[in-house]
């Protein structure tokens, strides 16, 4: 059965950071190409990060591109967001998943609120 758990979200004051953990399980890890996705109230998913299979390739949506770095530990399945100079726009729903996105595969997300 395929897993994918988010961690990590919470409320932060904007400026400062946070850093996204996906747990993922119940499939070949190492082969596939995962992206962070968000989505906010009233909008589309939009994926702001992605990382190739062996973490040698990453790009990322404009908005996030200098703020935001995703990595991934293919020995423990993992996949990282790590997002600094929060804005209150980067608040959303943060979810993990292959890229392109697996719907079957939707984990719970993680909410991430950036607010003084």
């Known amino acids: 059965q395929v897993r994918l758990v988010e961690s990590g979200g919470g409320l932060v004051q904007p400026g400062r950071s946070l850093r996204l953990s996906c747990a993922a399980s119940g499939f070949t890890f190492s082969i596939i190409r995962m992206g962070w996705y968000r989505q906010a109230p009233g909008k589309e998913r939009e994926l702001v990060a992605a990382i190739a299979s062996s973490g040698g390739y990453t790009n990322y949506a404009d908005s996030v591109k200098g703020r935001f770095t995703i990595s991934r530990d293919n020995a423990r399945s993992t996949v990282y967001l790590q997002m600094n100079m929060l804005k209150p726009e980067d608040t959303a729903v943060y979810y993990c998943?292959?890229?392109?996105?697996?719907?079957?595969?939707r984990g719970q997300g993680t909410q991430v609120t950036v607010s003084s």
């Open positions: 998943n292959t890229n392109p996105w697996t719907n079957e595969w």
